[in-house]
DNA sequence: GGGCGGTACTG
DNA sequence: CAGTACC
DNA sequence: GCCC
């Protein structure tokens, strides 16, 4: 087994190796939870020997590990000891241990086979960016079982529900959540908090419990029988959803009695009634749950940063930092979803999908797409991207290699080009599973042909030939373009005229003002701060701000928000409450003018074209005392624009790329003003309508009009 | 072969 | 206007 | 670069 993994490992000589997380599936459908740390040896982490000693609980029973079957780098620790991910069989499966790329290669059949027991290790699949990795030829779904007629007024028939598929075949996945897709419908293949409806065939309730892990997850969103999915399409509207509900509470009766019992039935109307108003009273319990709770405390937390805190000057910093906590929790939860996810079929009810007319059902599937779905599943803004700090993604060492070509192409002019590798490294650094072949990896959506035969090469030879021409001049454009205003095309001029150091700049060019600043701070900007140093300095602002008028309110936003342990600057969102008739014009020129009289801004990079204006943006250089020199970025907005200039500067950018080509793609514009319906952009129309706006005073009503599931900040981080 | 986010400051 | 910036 |  060439693995990468492998490899990093055999570069090392002497470490031990602490085995601090050991997660596994059973081939019952149990999932094994965290256990404790250990050090092993060296020679059992390559798979040849059995581990020995340790035991894992799976909540209902003690099994003991048979064999290693996967290792993984997770971190090196500074004492040079590695923490590792280690997948084992266990007890109970024998000898059965063929070479796992074998399995791996095969392109169906396998997860059919007997061997669908070690699933963990066997399906590389379980993220959606590989959604079509494994889409078989041979993929046999029945059209006329799934879709049956349809009625016209099916249409939006799911819209702002948002569906995740639990326990069924991946191809039975995929055609189902088109269907829904078709219809308006969400669906995640990741467990979220935003997750209206889980839909299984499974129907065993321990199991299905224990699937969701222990009941955390099933707070908000209902268990339904997937049959429920088949009813809505087959008769155009969305049936009673407790007839069909599994989970939380499990009916006595089965729900295939009932599903085509014509005296369960209402009429669509009276369904549809009936249905809204659940789902409304749904939305409304779910503001009480734990998740949404922290999320919004978060909010106001960070809206607010003041009247609590001004007492005492110090900033609500620990209600920020269990948001975070939570976050890794949820981090966690998803990692177990996505497991459960990979497993084989544990239940499958239509495993005897007959050969229906296949390629007419895929030319529908074509034509709808074409003319009114979209593809949500394409858009990474639908998926929770948590940040990811605890673990080494499995195919770190071709990330690497990939993005020294997208610096090297940042560095260049050609923009698009950028873009692509861009997509694609965070295409595949959503995958789990280390990618075997370039062939594999054409199949995720994001890589082409072209960089799937980089991955292959560096596959095949650990190395990337390109990458090995390309150096001592990109190093030299890396460092110009590092400069604060210089981008890639001056740094280019520069390089071409000979200079190769930042000090050959600064003898031999005059700089504008906001390059001139970027080279003399080089260093300073380039450290990264804590998030207590950002705090520190909003809290510094803060300050001025209530100085000025005590009901302004202050948003820390950027990466800060979305709960990164370290930023590179500080964005704050000024905004204030105008019900009472005022409003917020003028403060940021007062506000400014405070900040650099007690010396805390020491430069300007960019100022507001209209001072005047309720949206002003300002860009300069601050320090605490004694500090090293920080970009600060400071907006006023007006009050009813907050929830999308939120979303505007929390970002990250990928983040706000999907989510404004999603609106677009329904004819929608988004920026940091607002929502705006039907923008005429005519060929020749000079005059462009700005299009109604359609929300903008909170995040929620930005999502929700996307048909975005709500993604708190902390999951904004693809 | 066209599209790929939307906006704003600088010089 | 091109270039660079912000998320 | 990738995707339609």
Same mark, same amino acid.
């Given at each position: 087994?060439?693995?990468?993994?492998?490899?990093?490992?055999?570069?090392?000589?002497?470490?031990y190796k602490r085995l601090r997380?050991v997660?596994?599936? %059973?081939? @019952?459908?149990?999932?094994?939870?965290?256990s404790h740390s250990t050090v092993v040896?060296?020679?059992e982490?390559?798979?040849?020997?059995?581990v020995?000693r340790s035991?894992?609980?799976?909540?209902?029973?003690?099994?003991?590990?048979?064999?290693? +079957?996967?290792?993984?780098?997770?971190?090196?620790?500074?004492?040079?000891?590695?923490?590792?991910?280690v997948?084992?069989?266990?007890?109970?499966?024998?000898?059965?241990?063929?070479?796992?790329?074998?399995?791996?290669?095969?392109?169906? #059949?396998?997860?059919?086979?007997?061997?669908?027991?070690?699933?963990?290790?066997?399906?590389?699949?379980?993220?959606?960016?590989?959604?079509?990795?494994? @889409?078989?030829?041979?993929?046999?779904?029945?059209?006329?079982?799934?879709?049956?007629?349809?009625?016209?007024?099916?249409?939006?028939? /799911?819209?702002?529900?948002?569906?995740?598929?639990?326990?069924?075949?991946?191809?039975?996945?995929?055609?189902?959540?088109?269907?829904?897709?078709?219809?308006?419908?969400?669906?995640?293949?990741?467990?979220?908090?935003?997750?209206?409806?889980?839909?299984? @065939?499974?129907?065993?309730?321990?199991?299905?419990?224990?699937? %969701?892990?222990?009941?955390? +997850?099933?707070?908000?969103?209902?268990?339904?029988?997937?049959?429920?999915?088949?009813?809505?399409?087959?008769?155009?509207?969305?049936?009673?959803?407790?007839?069909?509900?599994?989970?939380?509470?499990?009916?006595?009766?089965?729900?295939?009695?009932?599903?085509?019992?014509?005296?369960?039935?209402?009429?669509?109307?009276?369904?549809?009634?009936? /249905?809204?108003?659940?789902?409304?009273?749904?939305?409304?319990?779910?503001?009480?749950?734990?998740?949404?709770?922290?999320?919004?405390?978060?909010?106001?937390?960070?809206?607010?940063?003041?009247?609590?805190?001004?007492?005492?000057?110090?900033?609500?910093?620990?209600?920020?930092?269990?948001?975070?906590?939570?976050?890794?929790?949820?981090?966690?939860?998803?990692?177990?979803?996505?497991?459960?996810?990979?497993?084989?079929?544990? +239940?499958?009810?239509?495993?005897?999908?007959? @050969?229906?007319?296949?390629?007419?059902?895929?030319?529908?599937?074509?034509?709808?797409?074409?003319?009114?779905?979209?593809?949500?599943?394409?858009? %990474?803004?639908?998926?929770?991207?948590?940040?990811?700090?605890?673990?080494?993604?499995?195919?770190?060492?071709?990330?690497?290699?990939?993005?020294?070509?997208?610096?090297?192409?940042?560095?260049?002019?050609?923009?698009?080009?950028?873009?692509?590798?861009?997509?694609?490294?965070?295409?595949?650094?959503?995958?789990?599973?280390?990618?075997?072949?370039?062939?594999?990896?054409?199949?995720?959506?994001?890589?082409?042909?072209?960089?799937?035969?980089? +991955?292959?090469?560096?596959?095949?030879?650990?190395? %990337?030939?390109?990458?090995?021409?390309?150096?001592?001049?990109?190093?030299?454009?890396?460092?110009?373009?590092?400069?604060?205003?210089?981008?890639?095309?001056?740094?280019?001029?520069?390089?071409?005229?000979?200079?190769?150091?930042?000090?050959?700049?600064?003898?031999?060019?005059?700089?504008?003002?906001?390059?001139?600043?970027?080279?003399?701070?080089?260093?300073?900007?380039?450290?990264?701060?804590?998030?207590?140093?950002?705090?520190?300095?909003?809290?510094?602002?803060?300050?001025?701000?209530?100085?000025?008028?005590?009901?302004?309110?202050?948003?820390?936003?950027?990466?800060?928000?979305?709960?990164?342990?370290?930023?590179?600057?500080?964005?704050?969102?000024?905004?204030?409450?105008?019900?009472?008739?005022?409003?917020?014009?003028?403060?940021?020129?007062?506000?400014?003018?405070?900040?650099?009289?007690?010396?805390?801004?020491?430069?300007?990079?960019?100022?507001?074209?209209? /001072?005047?204006?309720?949206?002003?943006?300002?860009?300069?250089?601050?320090?605490? #005392?004694?500090?090293?020199?920080?970009?600060?970025?400071?907006?006023?907005?007006?009050?009813?624009?907050?929830?999308?200039?939120?979303?505007?500067?929390?970002?990250?950018?990928?983040?706000?790329?999907?989510?404004?080509?999603?609106?677009?793609?329904?004819?929608?514009?988004?920026?940091?003003?607002?929502?705006?319906?039907?923008?005429?952009?005519?060929?020749?129309?000079?005059?462009?309508?700005?299009?109604?706006?359609?929300?903008?005073?909170?995040?929620?009503?930005?999502?929700?009009?996307?048909?975005?599931?709500?993604?708190?900040?902390?999951?904004?981080?693809?």
């Amino acid at each position: 087994m060439t693995n990468i993994t492998a490899q990093r490992l055999a570069r090392r000589s002497t470490f031990y190796k602490r085995l601090r997380y050991v997660e596994s599936a %059973l081939s @019952d459908g149990h999932v094994l939870k965290r256990s404790h740390s250990t050090v092993v040896n060296r020679h059992e982490l390559t798979g040849t020997l059995p581990v020995k000693r340790s035991r894992y609980s799976t909540g209902d029973s003690d099994l003991v590990a048979s064999q290693v +079957i996967d290792v993984k780098l997770e971190e090196v620790e500074p004492d040079n000891s590695m923490i590792v991910g280690v997948n084992v069989k266990l007890e109970d499966v024998k000898e059965r241990d063929k070479p796992r790329q074998q399995q791996i290669k095969e392109p169906d #059949p396998g997860y059919q086979s007997d061997e669908s027991t070690d699933t963990l290790i066997l399906d590389p699949l379980d993220h959606e960016a590989a959604e079509n990795v494994l @889409d078989s030829p041979k993929d046999r779904i029945n059209p006329a079982k799934a879709e049956p007629l349809r009625s016209q007024s099916d249409v939006g028939m /799911f819209h702002g529900l948002h569906f995740h598929l639990l326990g069924m075949p991946r191809r039975r996945l995929n055609l189902l959540s088109e269907r829904i897709m078709e219809r308006d419908g969400a669906v995640s293949h990741a467990y979220s908090n935003s997750v209206t409806h889980i839909l299984s @065939d499974i129907h065993d309730v321990a199991k299905l419990q224990f699937m %969701l892990t222990r009941g955390k +997850i099933g707070l908000n969103a209902r268990v339904l029988d997937t049959k429920w999915l088949a009813d809505a399409l087959q008769h155009g509207f969305c049936p009673d959803e407790q007839i069909y509900l599994i989970y939380p509470k499990v009916t006595a009766e089965s729900p295939e009695s009932l599903k085509t019992s014509e005296n369960t039935r209402k009429s669509p109307k009276q369904l549809r009634n009936h /249905f809204i108003k659940r789902r409304k009273s749904r939305y409304e319990s779910s503001s009480d749950t734990e998740k949404d709770d922290k999320y919004r405390a978060m909010e106001s937390d960070s809206i607010e940063l003041d009247a609590s805190d001004e007492e005492d000057g110090v900033p609500e910093i620990e209600s920020k930092n269990h948001t975070i906590a939570s976050s890794t929790q949820h981090d966690d939860l998803n990692k177990i979803i996505e497991q459960v996810k990979a497993q084989p079929e544990l +239940i499958d009810l239509d495993a005897s999908e007959d @050969d229906g007319p296949e390629q007419k059902e895929k030319d529908d599937n074509a034509e709808m797409s074409r003319r009114r779905g979209i593809q949500y599943e394409k858009f %990474l803004c639908m998926k929770s991207n948590p940040i990811m700090t605890d673990t080494v993604n499995p195919n770190e060492f071709i990330i690497e290699k990939l993005e020294e070509l997208h610096e090297f192409y940042k560095s260049t002019n050609d923009h698009w080009r950028e873009v692509g590798y861009q997509k694609a490294i965070s295409a595949i650094k959503t995958l789990q599973t280390p990618l075997r072949s370039a062939d594999e990896a054409r199949r995720i959506f994001g890589v082409g042909g072209r960089i799937a035969d980089k +991955i292959g090469e560096i596959i095949n030879t650990g190395q %990337l030939q390109k990458l090995k021409n390309l150096d001592s001049e990109n190093e030299v454009l890396k460092l110009f373009s590092g400069i604060y205003g210089v981008g890639p095309s001056l740094a280019r001029r520069w390089m071409s005229k000979g200079y190769t150091t930042l000090d050959d700049i600064r003898n031999n060019v005059t700089l504008p003002e906001s390059q001139r600043i970027g080279l003399k701070y080089y260093d300073e900007l380039h450290n990264r701060m804590s998030r207590e140093e950002v705090e520190q300095i909003a809290q510094v602002v803060k300050n001025e701000l209530m100085k000025i008028d005590e009901k302004l309110e202050m948003t820390i936003g950027g990466s800060y928000r979305r709960g990164l342990p370290d930023c590179g600057d500080v964005d704050l969102l000024i905004t204030r409450n105008d019900e009472d008739g005022k409003n917020h014009q003028g403060v940021m020129k007062q506000l400014l003018k405070r900040l650099v009289d007690m010396g805390f801004i020491t430069n300007h990079l960019a100022l507001p074209g209209q /001072f005047e204006d309720l949206r002003t943006r300002y860009m300069g250089i601050c320090a605490l #005392p004694n500090g090293l020199h920080r970009h600060i970025d400071i907006l006023t907005v007006p009050y009813n624009e907050m929830g999308a200039c939120l979303i505007a500067y929390t970002g990250n950018d990928i983040f706000n790329r999907s989510l404004r080509l999603l609106a677009s793609k329904k004819k929608l514009r988004l920026n940091q003003m607002g929502l705006f319906a039907e923008v005429l952009r005519g060929a020749s129309r000079a005059k462009i309508t700005e299009g109604n706006c359609i929300a903008s005073k909170t995040e929620e009503a930005i999502f929700e009009a996307l048909g975005v599931p709500c993604r708190p900040p902390h999951e904004r981080n693809p």
